[in-house]
């Protein structure tokens, strides 16, 4: 069973940081891309940021230059580090990755979400 696994969100002040971190864990046999995307109630999820396996990374143009994505291959897992954050980044943050189990096909994975507050 393949699981993604969030953590590091919480509440912080408007211009503080944050750092999020997913692993994927079970029967894994490769992982692909790797992404984080996030929600807010009543409107649909969007990218925040995605990377592949060689480290290629793309932004949404809001957090561009304020957010970073990372990762690594051997312990799979993706970090998000977000700085400057501002009310509007307020939002539950997935974890997403498109990965072959061991005995299945390759196909899109999501984390349960981890929720970030942003106060003013």
């Known amino acids: 069973q393949v699981q993604l696994v969030e953590s590091g969100g919480g509440l912080v002040q408007a211009g503080g940081s944050l750092r999020l971190s997913c692993a994927a864990s079970g029967s894994i046999f490769s992982i692909s891309a790797m992404g984080w995307y996030r929600q807010v109630p009543g409107k649909q999820r969007e990218m925040v940021a995605i990377?592949?396996?060689?480290?290629?990374?793309n932004y949404a143009v809001s957090v561009e230059g304020r957010f970073t994505i990372s990762r690594d291959n051997a312990r799979n897992t993706t970090y998000l580090q977000m700085n400057s954050l501002q009310p509007e980044d307020t939002a539950v943050y997935y974890c997403?990755?498109?990965?072959?189990?061991?005995?299945?096909?390759?196909?899109?994975?999501w984390g349960e979400g981890t929720l970030v507050t942003v106060s003013r």
């Open positions: 997403n990755a498109h990965l072959t189990p061991l005995r299945d096909i390759f196909r899109e994975y």
């Open positions: 990377i592949t396996r060689a480290g290629v990374s």
